[in-house]
């Protein structure tokens, strides 16, 4: 079915350190999965997606990695920064299907 | 900015009203998705049109109803409205490379 798990709820990080999302969806013919940033007040920002057939995308200090035997995909931001500080959801769509299936968030906290 | 406009930005109504949510998608984009997002909760699929056209449904109420329009903007109606109803309600516009860019969202308090 669709269904995707996304951990942690919560994360703090000190400024400069590496953080890490995981996300672990259930539907084998997932194909595309994007990331997410949602600041307070405003709507989710696409900041960097991945597709089935690659395995790892990165976009200066933020990556995507995607392995498709154990069905999980995971955001990772390095030397994180106060503006990083928000909510991230992933999300997944499966193929024949157009609409996104969004995790249930993770509130990142960076720490000055 | 995604390019995507909705309105009203703010809306505080009372039970057993209705409102009317308007999203204006990205120039080109055909099609427009709506979205709740509940206090503290993820972004739950309401329904989707593409052209004018349902094209997929989500868990929307049978009191919410939405179409698009022919220059593509598309209206999200809510009726009878409960507290529960509360959220905000996002839109989003795709031109069909999957990507979703979402509006600043319409933030509704019913009381």
């Known amino acids: 079915g669709e269904n995707v798990e996304q951990h942690p709820s919560t994360l703090s990080v000190q400024e400069g350190d590496s953080a890490v999302i995981k996300c672990t969806y259930s539907?084998?013919?997932?194909?595309?999965f994007p990331w997410y940033k949602q600041e307070l007040g405003k709507g989710p920002q696409l900041i960097i997606d991945i597709r089935s057939n690659v395995g790892e995308k990165k976009d200066q200090r933020i990556a995507v990695t995607l392995n498709k035997t154990a069905k999980h995909f995971s955001l990772h931001i390095t030397e994180t920064q106060p503006e990083d500080s928000a909510v991230y959801f992933c999300a997944f769509k499966t193929w024949g299907n157009e609409k996104l299936t969004f995790g249930t968030g993770t509130r990142l906290t960076i720490i000055p | 900015d995604s390019g995507v406009t909705q309105t009203p930005k703010h809306l505080i109504t009372a039970t057993g009203q209705r409102v009317t949510l308007r999203c204006s998608p990205r120039s080109g984009d055909l099609s427009v998705y709506w979205y709740q997002q509940s206090l503290d909760q993820g972004l739950q699929f309401l329904i989707q049109?593409?052209?004018?056209?349902?094209?997929a449904k989500g868990n929307i109420l049978e009191r919410f109803s939405a179409q698009q329009f022919p220059d593509l903007h598309s209206e999200l109606n809510l009726s009878s409205l409960e507290l529960g109803d509360s959220a905000l309600y996002f839109c989003?516009?795709?031109?069909?490379?999957?990507?979703?860019?979402f509006g600043e969202g319409s933030r509704l308090t019913v009381l």
């Open positions: 539907d084998s013919a997932s194909n595309y």
């Open positions: 049109y593409y052209n004018g056209e349902e094209r």
């Open positions: 989003a516009s795709s031109g069909g490379a999957g990507e979703l860019f």
